[in-house]
T-cell receptor
């Protein structure tokens, strides 16, 4: 009963390095979302996707790119990491726009 | 712009107490409201989803209510236990949106034995 799985769980990057976070869901959900969670700021939407091959910007998209080549996977990329991107990243999915959303366990990213 | 507020930010109660967590939102044009639980260093676990046409939902010792017209929801926890200690988050989805959740900052609950 995997649900939403995020890889990796922890990562430390140096400023300027790049990396990709993977989100995989096994529930055949159309909608997928990437959030970041920061102390005092709560959860904020980075990018989202409403189906395979589609992506759109959320509230805080700068410095991130995303791709959804397969329905079950939603990738979040950091091309040139900055210390301001130190955060906990969460992926979520839902079957439709108004059904229950399920979250992954998070990726804790530190940029030094 | 939709704003979601949760009061109090932190709450400490003795084991066995019944308690209420509050969530308010400024725009009543919502699809639904969802309550989550987050343990330290963990992901979000869905507790209850209330559609905009519903007044309440129940799951075990949890009961969530929704008053869309006044922009309020409450999460009632009966007979609290130390294992209920966690941060509780509420989130709404705006009508006409692509379903992205707008979150409150959470209530950190501590249940003392």
């Amino acid at each position: 009963n995997a649900g939403v799985t995020q890889t990796p769980k922890f990562r430390v990057l140096k400023t300027g390095q790049s990396m990709t976070l993977l989100c995989a869901q096994d529930m055949n959900h159309e909608y997928m979302y990437w959030y970041r969670q920061d102390p005092g700021l709560g959860l904020r939407l980075i990018h989202y996707s409403v189906g395979e091959g589609t992506t759109a910007k959320g509230e805080v998209p700068d410095g991130y790119n995303v791709s959804r080549l397969k329905k079950q996977n939603f990738l979040l990329g950091l091309e040139s990491a900055a210390p301001s991107q130190t955060s906990v990243y969460f992926c979520a999915s839902s079957r439709t726009v108004n059904t229950e959303a399920f979250f992954g366990q998070g990726t804790r990213l530190t940029v030094v | 712009k939709q704003e979601v507020t949760q009061i109090p930010a932190a709450l400490s109660v003795p084991e066995g107490e019944n308690l209420v967590l509050n969530c308010s939102f400024t725009d009543s044009a919502i699809y639904n409201l969802q309550w989550f639980r987050q343990d330290p260093g963990k992901g979000l676990t869905s507790l209850l989803l209330i559609q905009s046409s519903q007044r309440e939902q129940t799951s075990g010792r949890l009961n969530a209510s929704l008053d869309k017209s006044s922009g309020r929801s409450t999460l009632y926890i009966a007979a609290s236990q130390p294992g209920d200690s966690a941060t509780y988050l509420c989130a709404v989805r705006l009508t006409g949106s692509q379903g992205n959740l707008i979150f409150g900052k959470g209530t950190k609950l501590s249940v003392k034995p």
